[in-house]
């Protein structure tokens, strides 16, 4: 019923082009005309459900970390290579570095559990927590320079999961609170296309 996407999709997909939702229909204050939709969506459904200055970090392909005012306005972002892309750019860079994301009890599966050293002795495991590490020093710092009363930190993305636990225990000892949304977008293109009424028509 409802689509978005960042850039052009090709017609192969077979998305209906007048269901495809525009950055031009998230009425987020404040958003430059070039915003990626990702970003406009999670930032405006995140405002609407805590209207008070937030962080709202999606955690995906690349990592996007966005500043709302607690006046619902778009107050400019951050973005970095997500997990897969560091670790895929140093795989492609180097001559010995493993190319692979997954290896047997390794891997995501066992950063979502929590699984790994901090101090790995493999090769694979020290750039999953070197890449993931990293990721959560750039949030936490980001969220340190804000610096304003009441800040919350939104989390969305497919790599949350690893990164929630990383940021966290920090976040609590500052009293900022952190919410894991996974759905953040698919519910704003909800709110902004809902399905149409059974009962009528």
Known sequence: MAWAAVGSVPETAGLSVTARLELSE???????PWLGIDRALASWWAWRRWPEPLIVVDAGTVLS????????????????????LQWQAMAAGTAALPDTLVAPGRGFGALRRGGQQPWPLETQEAMLVG????????????????EQDGLRLVLTGGDAPILKPLIGPSLARWGIPLEHEPNLCLEALAALRPPPDPGVG
């Open 131 to 146: 890449v993931s590490q990293g990721l959560a020093a750039a949030i936490l710092a980001a969220t340190l320079e804000c």
């Open 26 to 32: 998230v009425p987020l204050d404040g958003m430059p």
């Open 65 to 84: 970390l966005n500043r709302m005012a607690p006046s619902g306005r778009f107050s400019g972002g951050r973005l970095l290579a997500g997990l897969a």
